[in-house]
Each structure stands twice: as structure tokens, then as C-alpha cells.
């Protein structure tokens, strides 16, 4: 019944920035935490930042001080800004949203940090 869309992946140098973005769609009557998680190559989906319907935040101990979340409820939307890429942050970043106490996931969009 949630669709989501991310947007924002692409090719970056190193140190660059980019902001990732992902709407939520469909029948949305309620929304809790939403994230970003990544996949690189070889990895595991890990947790990048979260941040749940009362603001509380939590990062990845790689992503503090570079990265930041953020939510527009009116939107049913989140972001993740980037800065100071680095090429170990190159992954497929998928977004996720809890709704009504179920967690859907975005089909994902490709970071690629590389000169």
C-alpha cells in the first residue's frame, strides 16, 4: 500500500556532496521512523541514519559529521545529505519507512564516489 521513491544517486568525486531524497506514495495514513541504508559491494544492508516521528536522529558511527537526515512530514518525504564523500561510501542507498507498523523499502539508487 507505500510505494517509495529515492532520488539523488549518481557519480561524485571524492569530498563532493550530494543529497539524496525518497517519497513515500499510495494509501499513507500513518508514518514512524524513516532511514537510509546501504548496501555496498560485498556488504550487508546496513543502517546509515534513521530518525524517528519525534525527531530522535541515529547515524552509523562512518556517517556522523558527514552525513545528514531529515524529514518533511507534509511531504512524506526524507533526505540525506552528503558531504565529504568518500569512495567506502560508494552502495546502492535504500530508503525505508515505517507506516503503520510495517517497513517498506525503496528499490534503492546508486551512490558511486570515484575520481
Known amino acids: 500500500q507505500v510505494q517509495l521513491v529515492e532520488s539523488g544517486g549518481g557519480l561524485v568525486q571524492p569530498g563532493g556532496s550530494l543529497r539524496l531524497s525518497c517519497a513515500a506514495s499510495g494509501t499513507v495514513f500513518s508514518i514512524g521512523t524513516m532511514g537510509w541504508y546501504r548496501q555496498g559491494p560485498g556488504k550487508q544492508r546496513d543502517m546509515v541514519a534513521k530518525i524517528t516521528a519525534g525527531g530522535t536522529i541515529n547515524y552509523a558511527d562512518s556517517a556522523k559529521g558527514r552525513f545528514t537526515i531529515s524529514r518533511d512530514n507534509a511531504k512524506k518525504a526524507v533526505y540525506l545529505q552528503m558531504n565529504s564523500l568518500k569512495p567506502e561510501d560508494t552502495a546502492i542507498y535504500y530508503c525505508?519507512?515505517?507506516?503503520?507498523?510495517?517497513?517498506?523499502w525503496g528499490k534503492g539508487t546508486l551512490v558511486t564516489v570515484s575520481s
Open positions: 525505508n519507512v515505517i507506516s503503520s507498523g510495517v517497513n517498506y
